[in-house]
């Protein structure tokens, strides 16, 4: 399988298509901003939107999905650290302590969040999808926009190469006016036999930077690469704290250990760094919200995976050992909307699959199923949606953690969300 080399703008010199918006064009107008990257301050946005990109690099004609065997060995976080640590004040550079602080003065956090946003058949889907995002930031009250987009993984599909970052994140994005954060997806580590690049090579380079830089795969648009300390840490904003885990390159189960000896190449890191973080909310006396977020979803009724059991048992051992339980669990994968609950340790805790931020096609169900569906004594899959792209839209207050899903359809004047749950942070009561 021949690799391509790719143009400057990300694109495949054997068959890319001229684009009618893109990197050059704007970089020309927008040197200031350039140089606000080149001097270590993030960027986020073009500084004059742009329409929508017409034309997309292939990589079905590239590549074949080929499903895996073998896991991969995990990168060490920078630092070493057993818990690896990213503030929200960090990630907008010398703006950091301004946006947190107007954030804690107006009482709650917004956020993005979805997975599965590589689009390997052409840029409609995903461009429905970022329009529809960009569409939060136009608020009446400016505490309602989006602080920034948390990626439950699969940026790029279909083995996670920069020759594929323009067409499926820098591009899609270049309107997002917020920080780009997240976790990679089994797609995002993939290689395949005759690649001599190492595993998540690219998500490295374009999301796990020292100081926010221009990334040779941006073809020229302006959005600087992200700060995080690793594949999986923990993001502190105000009101919330994000435990993003790394769930390795295998279609099904997700895997975040060795699993007492399964996987060798693995270990009990990610593990250890889930009961630390979760234990260091007890020892903070932090009283915001806890999300756990991983690419593979523990459960799924979709007909393209199946759920993750030991990976679960690894996130509950944590849990149990820190006796700390998340507020809500988030992941992708599964291409499709679901929302679950599931009541563990007395506790009830949504377990929400967000995986139709633009890959396509989406997943159906397995069967017509009608909602509220108990699965077991334990677990009830509470909403669905099968034949949407959307996203969600979280908010965070002193008191509670509201999960909205928005399919993309519903255009850019709807604010009104298809499926909302709410947790009240003090007691894990859902409504």
């Known amino acids: 399988m021949p690799r391509h080399t790719p143009s400057p703008h990300g694109k495949s010199k054997s068959h890319a298509k001229p684009a009618k918006s893109g990197g050059k064009q704007h970089a020309k107008t927008s040197g200031s901003a350039r140089a606000a990257g080149a001097s270590g301050q993030p960027i986020f946005a073009q500084p004059a939107p742009s329409p929508d990109p017409t034309s997309f690099k ?37 703006d950091g302590a301004t946006v947190t602080q107007n954030i804690t003065n107006a009482g709650q956090i917004v956020f993005h969040c979805a997975g599965d946003t590589g689009s390997a058949n052409g840029p409609t889907t995903q461009s429905e999808v970022a329009d529809k995002m960009v569409s939060d930031f136009s608020e009446a009250n400016a505490a309602d926009a989006p602080s920034f987009f948390y990626h439950l993984g699969d940026v790029v599909y279909y083995f996670g190469e920069g020759a594929y970052y323009y067409d499926q994140f820098y591009e899609p994005y270049r309107n997002y006016p917020a920080p780009i954060l997240g976790i990679p997806g089994n797609h995002d580590g993939v290689v ?8 998540l090579q690219a998500y490295l380079r374009n999301f796990c930077t020292a100081a926010p830089a221009q990334s040779p795969d941006s073809g020229g648009l302006l959005r600087t690469t992200m700060i995080q300390p690793g594949v999986y840490y923990t993001l502190e904003a105000p009101f919330v704290r994000i435990l993003g885990l790394y769930s390795n390159v ?7 250990s060795s699993e007492n000896g399964t996987y060798p190449s693995l270990d009990q890191r990610q593990v250890q760094f889930l009961t630390a973080a979760l234990e260091r909310v007890t020892s903070d006396k932090f009283t915001g919200a806890v999300i756990v977020a991983v690419h593979h979803p523990p459960f799924t009724g979709g007909t393209d995976h199946g759920g993750s059991p030991n ?10 050992s820190a ?3 998340p507020h809500a669990v988030l992941a992708g994968h599964s291409h499709n909307y679901q929302r679950y609950t599931r009541t563990v340790n007395g506790l009830t805790i949504p377990y929400i699959v967000a995986g139709c931020g633009g890959h396509s096609p989406l997943s159906s169900m397995r069967g017509t199923i009608r909602t509220p569906y108990p699965i077991d004594s334990t677990l009830t899959l509470e909403s669905y949606d099968d034949t949407h792209y959307g996203y969600l839209r979280v908010v965070v207050n002193a008191t509670t953690l509201t999960i909205e899903f928005h399919p993309a359809s519903d255009g850019s004047t709807t604010k009104t969300p298809d499926d909302t749950v709410t947790v009240t942070l003090a007691t894990h009561a859902v409504n």
């Open 58 to 94: 292939d990589p079905v004609t590239d590549q074949n999905d080929t499903e895996l065997s073998t896991v991969e060995a995990v990168p060490e976080p920078t630092g070493g650290a057993v818990e690896p640590v990213l503030t929200l004040a960090q990630v907008y550079g010398s």
């Open 192 to 199: 395949w036999a005759s690649d001599p690049a190492p595993t």
């Open 250 to 256: 295998l279609e099904d189960p997700g895997v975040i």
């Open 311 to 320: 990976m679960l048992a690894d996130i509950d051992g944590a849990c149990t």
């Open 323 to 325: 006796d700390v339980w």
